[in-house]
């Protein structure tokens, strides 16, 4: 595991996740050994995973995911890219004012965080 950086406003963006869900883990100090896992769900939804997979005979490579979620989750890209590519055009047709850029910036952000917020979590929740 890495060392944790920040990025813009401080912000984690690189350094050690949790095995399951990805989030950055806290930077740990002292003995023992390193956090796998943010929280003991997580834990215990990798440990479910990894159960089912051998009764699927799936490899550590392979997924199963439900259409539903993966539906939603293209839906999602489908809208980011919308705002990318809305966001370019605007800069492109001139000179863009600091209004239209705002704007596009709050479509972007807005398009974003349904991605940003997305967990891995089970259906029947």
Do not use: N
């Not at 060392?3 to 950055?24: E, F, I, N």
Request: charged share 35%; aromatic share 6%.
């Amino acid at each position: 595991m890495t060392k944790l950086s920040t990025g813009v406003r401080g912000r984690a963006v690189d350094g050690p996740r949790c095995r399951w869900c990805r989030r950055v883990l806290p930077e740990q100090s002292g003995a023992g050994r390193k956090r796998v896992f943010c929280s003991q769900a997580c834990r215990q939804w990798d440990w479910v995973a990894r159960q089912r997979a051998r009764e699927l005979k799936i490899s550590e490579d392979e997924l199963v995911i439900a259409r539903a979620v993966i539906d939603s989750l293209y839906d999602d890209l489908y809208v980011l890219a919308c705002a990318v590519d809305d966001t370019e055009r605007e800069m492109k047709a001139g000179k863009p004012t600091v209004r239209s850029m705002t704007e596009a910036l709050e479509w972007i952000m807005e398009a974003a965080r349904p991605l940003r917020d997305r967990t891995l979590t089970s259906h029947d929740e």
